[in-house]
């Protein structure tokens, strides 16, 4: 199996052309959605405003996942075959999980205050949503201690 994008050359050369490509698209992208959730939506008939977080929580959560399943596999591909280029890729994902985690947490809690009276519940699915950042929290504090 031949991965010519596990060498930093090759990397870089072709993220050098396509991150600013990439930002700008996702720039535009981001802007139109923003709009498009924040001002041109209508309120829901049941909550109202405080809905609209939820364009916000939901990628948030999903991104959150997301990045847990790419930090798990690089990991293992660290176990595997001890690519340093992919340890490199973990690394820089936790910290990106925990953003998105933490922003999670905090968009699910605003939108919790107005429909269940309180900030917090102990439910099952918000604890395993505070793990999460803790684990993210966890392997970067391990990954720095024995760097």
């Avoid at 994008?5 to 720039?27: E, H």
């Avoid at 309180?118 to 918000?126: E, S």
């Amino acid at each position: 199996m031949k991965l010519t994008l596990a060498k930093p050359r090759y990397f870089l050369k072709i993220t050098n052309f396509l991150l600013p490509i990439g930002f700008v698209l996702g720039a535009l992208c981001f802007a139109a959605g923003l709009y498009s959730a924040l001002i041109t939506s209508p309120p829901d008939y049941q909550q109202g405003d405080a809905m609209r977080i939820m364009y916000i929580h939901v990628p948030a959560s999903w991104m959150a996942l997301f990045c847990y399943s790419v930090l798990a596999a690089f990991s293992l591909f660290v176990l595997v075959w001890r690519h340093p280029f992919s340890e490199i890729l973990a690394i820089s994902v936790a910290p990106i999980g925990a953003l998105f985690t933490g922003l999670s947490l905090v968009t699910g809690s605003l939108w919790g205050k107005p429909m269940w009276g309180t900030y917090w519940v102990w439910d099952a699915r918000l604890t395993s949503v505070l793990v999460l950042l803790f684990l993210y929290a966890g392997y970067w504090a391990l990954y720095k201690a024995y760097a």
